[in-house]
């Protein structure tokens, strides 16, 4: 029985949840941390996405998104990155002195690249 | 004869300070406790209730009180010690306030932390907003039974905020504090049990439970006291028209920001090496670390040493401690005195 069969007869395939860290794509996060090195120190706290504008009318989360490079989840990145307006409240509040917005904006031109083949 | 007349002074009379004082004293030395408040006890004075285990704080105080009360200890209050210098021949000079030249054969050094002014995160709104306190001001209120907002009404929600001047870049404080979280739950569980009616949440980045039963108490204000804990670091407070508090989190664990109502915002507020502590490094040439504690000879095995022969390290001048660390922190820098002393 193939996928097809397989959805009329009241299956369906669904992709796995599984984070899998072995084939992931490291080449976001590379492009990254090697652009903005303050990228690494974040640790998880929110308090970008408290503050953030963008994170309290859309599903913009910063935090997430810096989850997202870590583990080369690509997929979910490509909407992620369109949402920030890099306003830089984030920046004023960040702990860790990440400098926030960059992130942002480099995760963006590494998904353009990606997008062109040339990451 | 062990050294009756060797004379140690002691640079500060809080916890460390007192501890090593009484030990000293009790072994025949001569000491002089030089302490720059107005009575020894240091911040422990302020204090209501000690974590994990509830205990009144006046217990600890008053076993100190009768540590300093032997006849070889004299206490010099309302003096700060300014300098510190050892002469060849092993000699120790130490500078007072109101230029007292002293003498000793070994000085302690133990001068302490001083508190975070949470002034310095404006965005939280400490001296600003009315119920927006401190962790010792909580403390005060226990003391005097009664927890209340500004205006005297009872509160229905208090939020406990976590890491006030530690863990965070924004104040040149990359260090943890140690002991904030364990007293933000110490709090919450007390403020349940006074007032069953009003809800209680925690806001933490990490839950540091690292000490003997910090993590037993933790698991007692979920199952017993239904404390309520959010992971992640309020960004800010304002206040809305009804005069309440209202802040902004990331709820990281649900991935969604989150603001909350409060009637009163306990700020857990850090450990900073105190300013006269880093006046008095200065002036004598101690090295501090990067925490802009002192820094020990050795982190490992010389935790009391200070790199210059004949002053000893004791307490929270090196690093943040609660006081049963410190208290021991204190009798190491005894023995490591006392091994100096009849080594010379």
Known sequence: MNVKQANKFGFSINRSRLIDYDTSDRKVREYVTLREPSFKLCFACGGCTATCTAGQHTSFNLRRLNTYIRRGEIEPLREEVTRCMLCGKCLLVCPRGVNTRNVVAMAAEAIRKLERNEL | ?344
């Open chain 2, 1 to 344: 004869m062990k050294g009756t007349q060797k004379h140690v002074i002691i640079a500060g009379g809080g916890v460390a300070g007192m501890e090593a004082a009484g030990a000293l004293a009790e072994m025949g030395y001569r000491v002089t406790l030089v302490e720059k408040g107005q009575d020894p006890g240091g911040h422990l004075l302020q204090w209501h209730a000690l974590f994990p285990d509830s205990r009144p704080a006046e217990e600890v105080k008053s076993y100190l009180r009768k540590r300093i009360g032997n006849h070889n200890i004299t206490v010099i209050t309302g003096t700060a010690v300014e300098k510190i210098k050892h002469h060849p021949g092993g000699t120790v000079t130490v500078n007072l306030s109101g230029s007292k030249e002293e003498k000793a054969d070994a000085v302690i050094v133990a001068t302490g932390f001083d508190l975070f002014d949470a002034r310095r995160k404006e965005e939280y709104g400490y001296g600003i907003y009315d119920n927006v306190i401190t962790a010792p001001e909580l403390e005060t209120m226990f003391n005097g039974g009664r927890v209340t907002k500004a205006d005297g009404s009872v509160p229905s929600r208090i939020g406990m905020i976590h890491c006030v001047g530690s863990r965070d870049e924004k104040v040149n404080n990359n260090h943890c504090s140690k002991v904030c979280c364990v007293t933000a739950v110490k709090q919450a569980i007390e403020l349940r049990k006074m007032m069953p009616a009003c809800e209680v949440f925690c806001f933490y980045m990490d839950m540091r439970m690292y000490g003997p039963y910090y993590e037993e108490l933790y698991r007692e204000s979920q199952e017993v006291h239904n404390v309520n804990f959010i992971r992640g670091k309020v960004s800010e407070a304002s206040v809305n028209i009804n005069n309440r508090l209202v802040i902004k989190v990331e709820d990281t664990l649900a991935g969604r920001p989150l603001k909350m109502e409060l009637d009163i915002m306990v700020l857990m507020v850090g450990m900073e090496m105190a300013e006269a502590g880093t006046k008095l490094a200065v002036a004598s040439g101690f090295r501090l670390g990067i925490n802009r504690f002192l820094e020990a000879g050795d982190h490992h095995y010389g935790n009391n040493l200070s790199g210059v022969s004949g002053v000893f390290y004791a307490g929270t001048c090196t690093a943040p401690m609660n006081i049963t660390d410190t208290i021991s922190h204190a009798r190491a820098a005894v023995a490591e005195t006392v091994r100096y002393l009849d080594g010379r």
